[in-house]
């Protein structure tokens, strides 16, 4: 069990560049959630999937923001374009089975700086 | 609507001391509640959970937390503290697909 890769692991970039976070989840996993990490904010959901469809993305700040998950094994979450307050970690976790008291597995994340 | 409170910022204990580390919830129905464990630069990773049953849940690396129903809390402990412990310590609470984390708990275990 690999776990759940994220990359890149650090990503620095200047404010209006197109910023893309990319996931892999555990193998088996069916549901897939995308958090963003901030000393102010906390631990925040940004998108919940579930077999690869998009369920709650009421969580996802502004436009600039978008996921797509195009199989079960990938997903990726875009910032066109980026500002400096999307400085933050980005965690990707995943769940296995459909009950609710499965426990999540988070990536290490990506520390996203933007200038 | 289901939230979660971790009322303190940061816990010091001296090594080999016993440790908790507070936990108050609120949600409608029965809770699924959890802890987490972040290290510097990692994700988090789960620690144990309380679905039902026995109000004494024991976890991984010694850790246990006692569900109370009637205070509402699920506060985590060890009997003896390792410097190895220090960490950042998250308490969640769930009902449906939304994880509901608190704010964090900052442990220091002290040589």
């Known amino acids: 069990d690999a776990g759940v890769i994220q990359s890149p692991r650090h990503e620095v970039t200047e404010m209006g560049q197109e910023v893309t976070l990319r996931c892999k989840p555990i193998s088996g996993h069916n549901s897939l959630f995308w958090y963003r990490q901030t000393m102010m904010r906390g631990l925040e959901l940004l998108i919940y999937f579930n077999n690869n469809v998009p369920i709650d993305d009421s969580g996802m700040p502004e436009d600039r923001f978008s996921a797509k998950m195009p199989n079960a094994s990938f997903s990726t979450l875009k910032i066109q374009p980026s500002e400096p307050r999307d400085s933050a970690v980005y965690f990707c976790?995943?769940?296995?089975?459909?009950?609710?008291?499965?426990?999540?597995?988070f990536g290490n994340g990506t520390r996203l700086t933007v200038t | 609507a289901q939230s979660v409170a971790q009322p303190e910022d940061q816990v010091n204990v001296a090594e080999g001391n016993p440790l908790t580390v507070k936990c108050t919830y609120s949600v409608s129905g029965n809770p699924y509640l959890f802890w987490y464990v972040q290290y510097p630069n990692r994700g988090l990773q789960f620690l144990l959970k309380?679905?039902?049953?026995?109000?004494l849940v024991k976890g991984s690396y010694g850790f246990e937390a006692e569900f109370n129903k009637s205070q509402t809390s699920f506060h985590l402990k060890k009997p003896s503290a390792l410097v190895s412990d220090s960490a950042l310590y998250f308490c969640?609470?769930?009902?449906?697909?939304?994880?509901?984390f608190g704010t964090g708990t900052r442990l220091k275990v002290l040589a």
């Open positions: 309380y679905i039902t049953g026995d109000n």
């Open positions: 969640a609470v769930t009902g449906t697909y939304k994880y509901i």
């Open positions: 976790a995943s769940r296995t089975g459909t009950h609710y008291n499965s426990p999540l597995h």
